[in-house]
């Protein structure tokens, strides 16, 4: 008794979609509000360098 191969599926054909982000959890912060923290803490750090190199 022979067995043959099991048939082969065609290759998947990608869409033209973009896969969107997934859904951020009830409560979380969105993305935009993320962006504008990370942006705060860049401008505070140099400042705080800044204070730390004139010796304030």
Known sequence: M???EPPRRPPVIAN???PSPP???PGA???AL???AAD???RFMRRFEAQQD???
Do not use: A, I, Y
């Open 29 to 31: 912060p969105s993305r």
């Open 40 to 42: 705060g803490w860049e």
């Open 34 to 36: 993320r962006m504008r």
């Open 54 to 56: 004139t010796g304030t």
């Open 2 to 4: 022979t067995t043959s």
């Open 16 to 18: 033209d979609r973009t």
């Open 23 to 25: 859904e951020s959890l």
